[in-house]
């Protein structure tokens, strides 16, 4: 098990403090592999955040580190890789032959989400699900079709007149969905980087009238801090950002009155008890009837909390 | 303060008070004695998986844990000691040519 994410981890080197950057965590994770010297049966390794797999293209000369890491660590003898919402699921045709998972953890999302909030009402009248950009279709259009609602989606409107940095500058996001005024709205994404786009987000949703927004994100890595996302709570843009366990998270964050961890470490167990019994794993990766039990239990729990309310 | 971050001990009691029925039926043979090994930065998340692991196989009855197929099955822990040391040298040629030993030893 490997978090390649978890900066706070350091060594000394010349007399100074460093901070264990992912490279340092992959390198660890490939001494230990070769330290097991091919007496293990079967090698499983568990990446949370898949090392690098934000590099898993090319569009000009450029390194396919993902690729690279992946085909080294098959070549090294590991039989498995499973990783949580990988960027780019299709890095696994770097090896098509061996195990590659990449888990989503829409479930747990959910379940923070209904233990958090008591009184959500989860019809197409009263919620939405949001995609902040064209990548994240997919992992919206699940949550949306499980929960039976509507999606909503940002797009980046360039100007493709200009480069700059580099890139196209973005004039605009501009929203594609049905009114969102009055819903409770999930933006779902896969990681949190700095967090300023999903801000952006919520900000452009809440100009629409959003009642409440809530932010779903597997990896909540908050490299700009957290000052921004206080802000964003104390004038009303977002209600609650969920991200999970799998990542290193910093005690302030857990302080937060606005954050909720969603805790991975009972779905790993079950993984790894499954897989070391050499038994399937599918129904695990497949939530939508464990979602559906979540979903109808609190609506009787809603129910009857107004039944006692309506008693009294 | 509910949603944060579930220390050992509190995820452990959460464990106490979860919902029957949750637990998984697997009545097929391991196909070898489980280890984890948590590396450095991962290792509160390590702990309370192997929690899980330790009290599922602990509470799992089969007629064949007595078998040979099954030694090693149930066990305090699987987290299988390991030790990656840093850099220990200061000069830069030295620690590159300096062997770093990794070693992995189970109990």
């Known amino acids: 098990m490997v978090d390649v994410c978890n900066y706070s981890q350091t060594y000394k080197l010349f007399g100074e403090v460093n901070h264990m950057s992912p490279d340092d965590h992959y390198q660890n994770l490939k001494r230990v592999i070769a330290a097991v010297g091919g007496k293990a049966r079967r090698i499983t390794v568990i990446m949370p955040f898949l090392y690098e797999s934000r590099q898993h293209k090319r569009s000009t000369r450029e390194s396919l580190d993902c690729a690279v890491a992946l085909q080294e660590l098959v070549r090294m003898g590991v039989d498995n890789i499973i990783t949580f919402d990988a960027h780019d699921p299709r890095v696994q045709n770097a090896?098509?032959?061996?195990?590659?998972?990449?888990?989503?953890?829409?479930y747990q999302f959910i379940k923070g989400l209904l233990k958090s909030e008591k009184d959500l009402t989860i019809d197409s009248d009263?919620?939405?699900?949001?995609s902040p950009d064209e990548g994240g279709m997919k992992r919206a259009v699940y949550l949306a079709n499980v929960l039976g609602l509507d999606i909503g989606m940002f797009y980046k409107r360039r100007d493709y007149t200009r480069v700059v940095d580099g890139r196209n500058p973005i004039v605009a996001h501009e929203f594609l969905g049905s009114d969102v005024e009055g819903k409770d709205l999930i933006i779902y994404d896969d990681m949190i980087s700095s967090g300023e786009s999903c801000l952006e987000v919520a900000r452009a949703l809440k100009e629409r009238k959003a009642r409440r927004v809530y932010i779903f994100a597997t990896f909540g890595l908050f490299t700009n801090g957290l000052s921004e996302f206080d802000k964003a709570y104390k004038d009303g843009v977002i209600t609650k950002v969920f991200t999970t366990n799998l990542i290193y998270q910093t005690p302030g964050l857990l302080e937060r009155p606005w954050y909720w961890s969603c805790g991975m470490s009972k779905y790993i167990a079950y993984i790894i008890?499954?897989?070391?019994h050499d038994s399937?794993?599918?129904d695990l990766l497949d939530p939508v009837d464990r979602i559906q039990n979540?979903?109808?239990r609190y609506r009787e729990e809603q129910a009857g909390a107004n039944q006692e309310t309506s008693a009294e | 303060m509910a949603g944060k971050d579930l220390s050992l001990k509190e995820e452990?009691?959460?464990?106490?008070?979860?919902?029957?029925?949750?637990?998984r039926v697997l009545d097929s043979i391991p196909v070898g004695s489980l280890g984890l090994i948590p590396l450095a930065g991962c290792r509160q998340l390590g702990e309370k998986v192997d929690r899980y692991?330790?009290?599922?196989?602990m509470e799992r009855e089969s007629e064949h844990k007595d078998s040979l197929a099954f030694a090693g099955y149930e066990r305090p822990t699987y987290?299988?000691?390991?030790?990656?040391?840093?850099?220990t040298s200061t000069s830069w040629w030295m620690s590159a040519t300096t062997a770093r030993p990794t070693s992995c030893s189970a109990k």
């Open chain 2, 79 to 87: 987290i299988v000691d390991c030790e990656v040391p840093a850099w």
């Open chain 1, 126 to 130: 009263h919620m939405m699900i949001i």
């Open chain 1, 95 to 106: 090896i098509p032959l061996s195990g590659f998972e990449t888990v989503q953890p829409v």
């Open chain 2, 53 to 57: 692991l330790t009290k599922w196989r």
């Open chain 2, 12 to 23: 452990t009691e959460q464990m106490e008070t979860s919902r029957k029925g949750e637990k």
């Open chain 1, 294 to 296: 979540a979903v109808a």
């Open chain 1, 273 to 276: 008890d499954t897989l070391n």
């Open chain 1, 280 to 282: 399937s794993i599918s």
